[in-house]
């Protein structure tokens, strides 16, 4: 026997009007309105979400680490830009949760591996001119005065 059709709820047809609702309902603690389900997802997301920014920003200061090194003649100013604009919105993550201070060291490892084809690609450079392993400390990537020498 066919299950009936669901009828979509706020959530599966407007999400915009449906965060707006539901925060209506907490803030005026309609306990009874509230979609818990959908609502303890959106706020594990928000988390996630958090993670995915900061993990975001560090491929960039690795790639622009690795560039600052290895083609110190092509150096400029969009790139300490760049390095100091991220480095800036990753202590701003942190500074609103910081329960997430380690977690740029747990990351950084894994994202040297995209950074390092990536600089690879930009500079064009093969990627064995990049050592294997991150060159670089958690300390020297969230550092806003760290600008690696040339090797």
């Given at each position: 026997m066919a299950?009936?059709?669901k009828k979509p709820t706020l959530y599966?047809?407007?999400?915009h009007a449906w965060t707006?609702?539901?925060a209506a309902k907490?803030?005026?603690r309609a306990h009874n309105g509230i979609d818990w389900d959908?609502?303890?997802e959106e706020i594990e997301s928000l988390g996630r979400s958090q993670r995915n920014e900061i993990r975001s920003r560090i491929l960039v200061v690795l790639i622009h680490l690795l560039k600052w090194r290895y083609q110190p003649d092509q150096r400029s100013s969009g790139w300490k830009g760049t390095l100091l604009?991220?480095?800036s919105r990753i202590a701003d993550e942190i500074e609103d949760s910081p329960s997430l201070r380690d977690f740029p060291a747990t990351v950084l490892e894994r994202e040297y591996r995209p950074a390092r084809l990536k600089a690879a690609g930009e500079t064009g450079l093969p990627e064995s001119a990049f050592p294997s392993a991150c060159p670089f400390t958690i300390?020297?990537?969230l550092d806003p005065d760290f600008y690696p020498e040339a090797s």
């Amino acid at each position: 026997m066919a299950e009936p059709l669901k009828k979509p709820t706020l959530y599966d047809t407007d999400f915009h009007a449906w965060t707006l609702d539901q925060a209506a309902k907490l803030r005026a603690r309609a306990h009874n309105g509230i979609d818990w389900d959908h609502a303890a997802e959106e706020i594990e997301s928000l988390g996630r979400s958090q993670r995915n920014e900061i993990r975001s920003r560090i491929l960039v200061v690795l790639i622009h680490l690795l560039k600052w090194r290895y083609q110190p003649d092509q150096r400029s100013s969009g790139w300490k830009g760049t390095l100091l604009e991220q480095r800036s919105r990753i202590a701003d993550e942190i500074e609103d949760s910081p329960s997430l201070r380690d977690f740029p060291a747990t990351v950084l490892e894994r994202e040297y591996r995209p950074a390092r084809l990536k600089a690879a690609g930009e500079t064009g450079l093969p990627e064995s001119a990049f050592p294997s392993a991150c060159p670089f400390t958690i300390e020297q990537v969230l550092d806003p005065d760290f600008y690696p020498e040339a090797s």
